[in-house]
């Protein structure tokens, strides 16, 4: 078979499926990226063990039709040095050998064969289907993604929980100590259903859905999700197991709440939060009513820090200690310029919600408090 297509047409869409691909991949075929041609079009696929991308793009003067595993640093590496200009790839169908030609020159290796890559399994009859726009799905996994777990003895906090009802979606992410729950009423199912998407293919689609429009489809089964973008189609296979009861951990009388301005309270938990024992990143918050001190000590290094934020704080006095790091992750994913946090109790979850909610959409960020030796 043989092409032209424009260098820039083929680097951007093989640099994007690009990070799916495992480099320590135990099949070398998996450290390849195949390319099908059929007619004009060029389809370009990337996987590994759990998640399969594929996109396409558009080439001129083809000829012939095949498929041909090229390994992924061979045509991604020169091709990141080459100024857009047109390529021709030809590949000796029977030899496997492929020559991209360029303008001031050429170079070549050889190719695996393409109908050894490995192969999705289908989907079974009784699979589910959930469509709802790009952006919806964006802000969903990128408000949620943060609280995810890395915990190789507890995979299903690994992963983002999708709970579908024919009302609405709820992503749901958690690591034991900070949960992250966004209610949109923007997509809904047809029936009651979940699934758990893994950290890496949702890792991927908050880097692709940026630059997408239009509605995005997901068909899946127990095991595996089918996710059709207008560009692009993932296969992805599910993290097994049961999602813990996420709404029995979010406390729901709540007496105790201010209003902060976001980053003004981020600024201040960042400089106070500097001076905090790096092996437990504890920050003191001492709650009164016109002002809440941030406070932080290493004892090892006799360094401490304590800064004033003015507010109308409603409800009782009260010290609580939080992991600066976590809180400091959690204001960074809350879309608003003002926050509200709820507490009941010292040794009770924290909710901290956005103060200006979006249409649709409903957010709460949940966080355990640190105990405090007083």
């Known amino acids: 078979m043989k092409f032209v297509v424009s260098s820039a047409a083929l680097f951007n869409p093989l640099q994007a499926i690009s990070r799916v691909i495992n480099p320590k991949s135990n099949l070398p075929i998996l450290e390849c990226f195949l390319l099908s041609l059929e007619g004009n079009k060029l389809m370009l696929t990337a996987a590994d063990n759990e998640v399969r991308l594929e996109t396409f793009v558009e080439v001129s003067d083809a000829e012939g039709n095949g498929m041909v595993a090229i390994n992924a640093k061979n045509l991604l590496d020169p091709l990141r040095e080459l100024p857009d200009q047109p390529l021709t790839i030809d590949v000796n169908d029977e030899t496997l050998e492929v020559y991209i030609y360029y303008h001031n020159g050429k170079y070549n290796f050889v190719g695996l064969k393409g109908d050894e890559y490995p192969q999705p399994k289908p989907l079974s009859e009784s699979a589910s289907a959930l469509v709802l726009d790009a952006q919806v799905l964006f802000e969903g996994i990128n408000r949620s993604l943060f609280a995810t777990a890395d915990d190789d003895f507890r995979p299903v906090m690994s992963g983002i929980y999708f709970d579908i009802t024919p009302d609405d979606l709820t992503f749901v992410a958690s690591d034991g100590h900070k949960l992250a729950r966004i209610i949109t009423k923007e997509a809904k199912g047809e029936a009651q259903s979940s699934f758990i998407l893994p950290k890496k293919p949702a890792n991927l689609l908050k880097s692709l859905l940026p630059r997408e429009s239009g509605e995005v489809q997901i068909k899946f089964d127990d095991n595996n999700a089918y996710i059709t973008t207008p560009k692009y189609t ?90 600066a790091v976590f809180l400091i992750d959690i204001l960074n994913n809350i879309p608003s310029a003002d926050v509200r946090l709820e507490l009941s109790d010292p040794s009770r979850a924290c909710l ?16 355990m408090p640190m105990m405090l030796n007083e």
């Open 234 to 323: 993932m296969v992805c296979r599910f993290v097994e197991g049961r999602y813990p009861n996420y709404n029995s951990v979010i406390p729901q009388n709540n007496p105790n709440h201010v209003v902060l301005d976001r980053l003004a309270f981020l600024s201040a938990l960042k400089r106070v939060s500097v001076f905090s024992d790096p092996s437990s990143s504890l920050v003191k918050l001492q709650f009164s009513q016109d002002k809440i001190v941030a406070s932080a000590q290493n004892i090892d290094y006799l360094t401490s820090a304590e800064e004033i934020i003015p507010c109308n704080y409603e409800g009782n006095a009260m010290n609580i200690g939080f992991k």
């Open 352 to 367: 901290i919600l956005p103060e200006e909610k979006e249409e649709n959409e409903d957010m709460l960020v949940l966080l």
